[in-house]
């Protein structure tokens, strides 16, 4: 029988208020961009791509990344943009903190050390609010979201006919 493979990423996941308060930033920008808003419970940052992985490597994985020791840091979400390539609306920060690509690039460095390289462009920290969404004329004016990031973790995606559905598979905490 074939292994099952499962569709992994590595990502940041804020708080539900924090989420709630960045939903409704993109209800916002909706209003400007038109698109597809992302669920409130599906808001996240990606730390790493890792894709279709074999069932069989993810105690592997999970010890290996388990062992990845990082401290906590505080990013402002301050700025909103959009992507003509794909038509992402998305948040990001104009200075991120350099902890955030440092824990991207450990990441990186962990997987590819077990033979499961990350693919993908270069790290650009953004969490996408809206899909399909056309050029904004205006962006809202908003107030900077604080976020004290303690911890990430490793998700499973699931294709269903709303969308992607995200399970956490593994939670592990900054120092
Ligand atoms: P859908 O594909 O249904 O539109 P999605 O893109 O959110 O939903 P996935 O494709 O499983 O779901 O991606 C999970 C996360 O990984 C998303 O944040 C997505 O932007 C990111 N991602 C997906 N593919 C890549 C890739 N090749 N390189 C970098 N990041 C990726
Ligand atoms: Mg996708």
Known sequence: ???????????LW???????????????????????IMRRETLHLTLAFIGAVG???L????TTLGRLRAPRFRMQLDVLGHWAHNHILWLGCTDAPPALPQ??????????????????????????????????RELPVFEPADWAVAEWV???SRMTPHGADYQPLATWALD
């Not at 029988?1 to 990502?11: G, K, P």
């Not at 208020?17 to 939903?23: K, N």
């Not at 105690?59 to 999970?62: G, N, R, T």
């Not at 390289?117 to 609010?129: A, D, Y």
């Open 55 to 57: 069932e069989e490597r």
């Open 59 to 62: 105690p592997e994985l999970l």
């Open 154 to 156: 490793l998700v499973e």
């Open 103 to 136: 824990l991207a690039a450990d990441i990186r460095r962990e997987l590819a050390a077990i033979g499961l390289p990350v693919s993908g462009p270069e790290f650009v920290p953004h969490m996408t609010l809206l899909r399909k969404a056309h050029v904004p």
């Open 1 to 11: 029988m074939a292994e099952q493979s499962r569709r992994l990423f590595l990502a």
């Open 14 to 36: 804020p708080e539900p208020a924090l989420a709630e308060r960045l939903h409704q930033l993109a209800g916002e920008a909706h209003r400007e961009c038109g698109g597809r």
